[in-house]
């Protein structure tokens, strides 16, 4: 009943999704007030009919409803109701409804409202939101269907949306269950962090695209995403970071980064997205770089539905075939399809995008962006290079080669340093015009305080050169960084005579965009020395213990002191989990439990680190191996990873950098003119 | 002249992503060679970087806990997956390697800890070099079982 249900309505959505379709184009060209109001009233209405078929889809999971193939795959008796819930996203054909259900809520509330001077944009806005729709709505409705249910036929077992003839329904007594690796608090929400951030970056394209196709090639598709974009990076950003510290906890490798190709799908329209979230700035204050921030809108989408290709099912199906899938091809066509539309829609209003006046100065602020925009292009050059590396060189030589993380880390190290660098310096630089003078009197008591700083590391803590070089950039970043919120401070504290903290508090309430990057400039060089620690300093040992034996690492002693193994049958995991007592320079700092979770129903491990986390280093401590009851041994990985601890707290702050920029203004409507500002500039001002 | 100087800067970057690219490219290439590839080529390939799979053959697992040496035997499996489908998936191809004594044999040893999925019958996959004794010596391991969680449709011994 609920699976037919949910069925018809997926049915019907994805009718009225082509209707609104052809209604806003006829609507558009015909100057059909009417038609367009039809098209808008039908995008309306898709959020509320896909939410039903999402709710039929949960009661089905969450009511053990095996018969159901989707429901068999990602749930057992055994999960708690929660994830039942959240395994909707836990499979491909229920992600792709989450990713539809997304995109209908989103495309809903941009067109909730009416638009009164906008409204040439609508019909076209909501032909891409729907155009993108009808592509995943039509997925699942013909490809990924997760209502389909197994029917016996002729004593087999088959998947089939509707009973074939002779069929009975076929109901299996126990599902297979959510991989155990996704059953962590972290995994619940990783995956929709990201699929928000991918399909919030739906609706600056779909501006962008009205405005290519209106010839309204103006700023005003720009400013009027412009908090989509934020909100859209800010949630990528979270899904990446989230990612990463579930793989620490989880995945006990004692890494949160490993280069995996569907890691670097989702890294790779966060490089896009972060490179638009700049250019955009040079063509609201200067009006330069019009078909760059088209193309990196275009690029951004293109890499969002791709990215939803690789990452569709999960972490599991990254380790290789996702080739196999039937779906492959009809998604890298859409792919194909609007990046071939979009572009030809760029060369058509090529001339109405030209640059209002031209690019002077080589260290002027908008070439500093145009070479931070470079820099992004350049890293997303590298990954794409490596992800389909394997496929090039059979292609051509016949010989199926790949390139693991050392060619990722060897090939962009320079390029974070230099982006690094640029941190440093953009910020000095005026819009305009700047010359080597001017950015050298800005910056040398940072740069002479940076070297200080790093010649003191070079005789205290390290002698390797990279992590030198990165120090010293960390500390460059993070001393001009901090100048510049003093000065600009400082100005308006005479200028208004306030006191000091009124006056930084204003200042940055009355330009959130400027003083929340800077925010994120400093989570960032924070996130840096994390990765830097954890890149270069990481130390491991290994070794078999046995009871009250003790190994020495990075000024750690850890002793083992017992083993305890036990079933939890409610749960249906094996829990093996050691006791080890830590010291350091002979005293006792606590203990740790590392084990292993063994789930019966997909006889998996899980490896769960026991981790004690400072501001200097992590102790992170892995089970690997036991021996019998009788002798009580045990093996263990240890790490310690310095700094690293850096890198979470780093995040945090980053996220409270991008939700002080992108939150609403008391009156967002008066905003700032561009010609009106070149007047009062002066270097730091923007 | 400004627009001289903003091209050259741009060669300038251009030169430099595609010489990262390259040199890192060759730096960290793997070649994903099969057993019989492997056992073809011979001393060619010692000291390459290689990316292996194969059947791990359960009666070869030896693990020396002391120097936490871990060493078995793998059984040449294809290398495609679309080849592997067409046999009747994983599971039945890893089975057939196993119990097919003319299938080409590699010696894998590999230190560290014993991984827990390592068992008869697992397909292994590894990175490491080949050394003159003609012991594939193993950098990294993977180990896939194909179990009853990749099963898209139940048993119908499952039916209440």
């Known amino acids: 009943m609920f699976a037919e249900f949910g069925y018809g309505i997926l049915v019907v959505s994805f009718i009225v999704a082509i209707y609104s379709v052809f209604a806003a184009v006829y609507g558009a060209t015909s100057k059909s007030a009417a038609m367009v109001e039809s098209a808008r009233r039908s995008m309306l209405l898709m959020f509320p009919l896909i939410s039903l078929s999402a709710a039929a889809l949960i009661y089905l999971l969450v009511n053990n409803h095996f018969e159901v193939a989707f429901v068999y795959e990602v749930t057992s008796r055994s999960m708690p109701t929660y994830l039942k819930v959240t395994a909707w996203w836990g499979g491909q054909a229920g992600s792709l409804v989450f990713w539809s259900w997304l995109l209908a809520a989103f495309a809903s509330a941009v067109t909730i409202r009416k638009w009164e001077r906008d409204i040439e944009f609508l019909p076209w806005v909501i032909v891409i939101c729907s155009t993108t729709l009808i592509f995943f709505l039509g997925m699942v409705v013909v490809f990924e269907n997760p209502f389909t249910r197994f029917w016996l036929v002729n004593g087999n077992v088959e998947p089939h949306m509707f009973a074939p003839a002779n069929a009975t329904l076929f109901t299996a007594g126990d599902g297979n269950g959510l991989n155990p690796l996704l059953r962590h608090p972290g995994m619940v929400i990783h995956p929709p962090m990201l699929y928000l951030g991918f399909v919030s970056y739906v609706i600056p394209y779909a501006f962008a695209m009205a405005a290519l196709i209106t010839g309204r090639t103006d700023d005003r598709w720009i400013r009027l995403t412009r908090r989509w974009s934020l909100w859209a990076w800010l949630f990528l950003s979270f899904g990446l970071v989230l990612g990463g510290r579930w793989a620490y906890d989880v995945l006990g490798w004692g890494g949160y980064w490993g280069w995996d190709p569907v890691e670097i799908a989702a890294f790779m329209p966060w490089l896009t997205g972060t490179a638009f979230l700049h250019s955009v700035m040079i063509q609201e204050k200067r009006g330069l770089l019009k078909h760059w921030n088209m193309i990196l809108v275009i690029l951004t989408y293109a890499l969002v539905i791709f990215g939803t290709f690789l990452t569709r099912s999960g972490v599991l199906s990254s380790v290789h075939a996702f080739a196999n899938s039937p779906i492959g091809p009809f998604f890298m066509g859409f792919v194909t399809l609007s990046l071939v539309v979009s572009i030809a829609l760029v060369i058509w209003r090529w001339p109405m995008l030209r640059g209002e006046t031209e690019m002077k100065s080589m260290l002027s602020r908008e070439a500093l962006f145009l070479l931070n925009n470079l820099l992004f292009m350049s890293v997303l050059v590298i990954c794409f290079w490596g992800v389909i590396f394997p496929l090039v060189s059979e292609l051509f030589t016949g010989q199926k080669v790949t390139v693991g993380p050392p060619f990722y880390e060897r090939a962009t190290a320079p390029i974070f340093a230099a982006l690094m660098f640029l941190m440093g310096v953009a910020p000095l630089s005026a819009w305009g015009h700047s010359t080597i003078q001017t950015l050298g009197r800005a910056m040398w008591k940072s740069a002479l305080a940076a070297a200080i700083i790093t010649a003191v590391l070079f005789a205290t803590y390290t002698q390797n050169y990279i992590a030198l070089i990165g120090f010293f950039l960390i500390a460059l970043v993070l001393l001009v960084t901090f100048q510049e919120f003093w000065r600009a401070a400082r100005a308006r504290q005479r200028a208004q005579s306030e006191n000091f903290l009124t006056s930084l508090t204003r200042l940055m309430g009355r330009n959130r965009r400027r003083y929340g990057g800077y925010i994120i400039h400093i989570s960032m060089m924070l996130m840096a020395i994390g990765i830097l620690g954890i890149e270069i300093f990481q130390k491991e040992t290994q070794g078999s213990l046995k009871q009250g034996d003790q190994l020495d690492i990075g000024g750690y002693t850890v002793e083992y002191r017992e083993l305890a193994s036990w079933d939890d049958s409610g749960k249906g995991v094996n829990f093996t989990r050691a006791t080890i007592d830590v010291y350091k320079n002979g005293i006792y700092l606590g203990e740790l439990n590392p084990r292993i979770d063994y789930y019966f129903d997909s006889q998996q491990n899980m490896t769960i680190p026991g981790n004690r986390s400072t501001f200097r280093d992590d102790l992170y401590v892995l089970l690997v191996d036991w021996q019998p009851v009788s002798s009580m041994g045990a093996t263990f990985k240890i790490f310690v990873n310095p700094l690293v601890n850096w890198l979470w707290i780093g995040s945090l702050l980053f996220l409270v950098g991008i939700i002080f920029a992108a939150w609403p203004d008391r009156d967002p409507a008066e905003e700032p003119v561009r010609v009106a500002r070149k007047a009062n500039q002066t270097s730091a001002a923007d | ?160």
């Open chain 2, 1 to 160: 002249m400004q627009r001289t100087k903003f091209f050259l800067g741009g060669a300038l970057i251009l030169a430099a992503v595609v010489y990262l690219i390259f040199s890192s490219t060759q730096a960290s290439a793997q070649y994903f060679m099969t057993v019989d590839e492997v056992k073809a080529e011979g001393s060619s390939v010692v000291g390459k970087s290689l990316r292996l799979s194969g059947a791990v053959l359960g009666d070869t697992i030896q693990y020396d806990s002391d120097t936490l040496t871990l060493t078995f035997d793998v059984a040449h499996v294809s290398g495609d997956n679309s080849e592997i489908e067409a046999q009747g998936g994983l599971a039945e191809v890893l089975e057939q390697a196993v119990n097919d004594p003319t299938r080409q044999r590699l010696s894998v040893s590999y230190v560290g800890a014993k991984p827990d999925l390592l068992r008869g019958e697992a397909q292994a996959i590894m990175t490491g070099k080949l050394g003159d004794d003609g012991v594939f010596y193993a950098d990294e391991l993977l180990l896939k079982c194909p179990t009853k969680y990749e099963e898209a449709v139940p048993e119908q011994a499952a039916t209440k």
